[in-house]
């Protein structure tokens, strides 16, 4: 199928959630899809909303699947929004800092240990206890197993207070073996409404990840191609990058959802498997 297009591409961007695996349950043979596309000399890198799990963890899950990458062939949109942030409210240049300094370096954050450990290594104090009443610099929305509403609650007292808010995505649903599950989009939405302010959203439609994924790799925009389950996240991105782009039929979006999407995608496919192969 990817010998249709031409020119010829030269490498994968691939979407995680609904392409590679549904939670823990991989799509299709995994070990398969990696020897084709390494067989057919692409290059590869993976550029997901999913602000779950460290670039480390990640590695790790595709280890367990047969699949070995490298750290560099990972972005997440943990890594892209700290990097954003780290750019917006830069360290202090004294490595003394006073204690207004340090109390201005904190982020309250609703989200798992992927956003916690990315806003950390770019030296920001994350706050995840909702009793806790310190002035943030602003407040950080995404995936969360664990949200209560004290969390939105002291979310949204601080957005109303005047911090600002972003978010890693805005995917109201995720692709789970049983179904669709609420996303990080869903939490974003209850904030949105609650504060009467919208968020700086990082992660796709938004190109920034999927040009860094691209750059990472030493090729063009016309040179990738960018792969996934989601018109309005996935699809969509990689038409604002101006890259041609695949959807793969086995996460969120439908067959019949393409009669009100234009452009159209430049391939289809039932699953990863069947686009390589």
């Known amino acids: 199928m990817l010998s249709k297009l031409s020119p010829p591409i030269r490498g994968l961007i691939l979407d995680m959630d609904g392409v590679l695996w549904k939670d823990d349950s991989p799509i299709g043979d995994l070990h398969f899809a990696f020897d084709r596309i390494q067989a057919r000399g692409l290059k590869v890198s993976l550029a997901t909303n ?6 480390e963890e990640y590695l790790d899950k595709l280890c367990g699947f047969g699949v070995i990458l490298e750290a560099w062939q990972i972005v997440t949109s943990s890594l892209s929004l700290a990097h954003v942030l780290a750019q917006k ?6 490595a003394k800092m006073d204690a207004g300094q340090v109390q201005s370096r904190f982020i309250f954050l609703i989200g798992e240990n992927g956003i916690l450990t990315a806003l950390r290594e770019k030296g920001f104090t994350p706050i995840t206890d909702p009793d806790d009443e310190t002035p943030p610099i602003a407040v950080v929305s995404s995936f969360d197993r664990k949200l209560t509403y004290q969390k939105l609650r002291r979310a949204t007292l601080h957005i109303r207070a005047g911090a600002p808010l972003f978010a890693t995505n805005a995917d109201l649903t995720f692709p789970t073996p049983e179904g ?4 990080a989009g869903s939490i974003l939405a209850a904030l949105e409404a609650a504060s009467d302010v919208k968020a700086t959203v990082i992660g796709k439609p938004a190109p920034f ?9 030493g090729l063009n925009k016309d040179e990738v191609l960018v792969i996934g389950d989601r018109l309005e996240t996935d699809i969509a991105g990689g038409q604002a990058m101006q890259a041609r782009t695949a959807l793969v039929l086995s996460g969120v979006s439908r067959l019949e959802q393409l009669d009100q ?6 391939l289809i496919a039932r699953d990863l498997t069947e686009l390589v192969k």
């Open 50 to 55: 999913n602000a779950t799990k460290t670039v």
């Open 89 to 94: 409210f830069p360290a202090p240049a004294s």
């Open 180 to 183: 669709m599950a609420p996303g």
């Open 209 to 217: 990840m999927l040009e860094l994924a691209a750059q990472r790799m």
């Open 261 to 266: 999407w234009n452009p159209k995608p430049d």
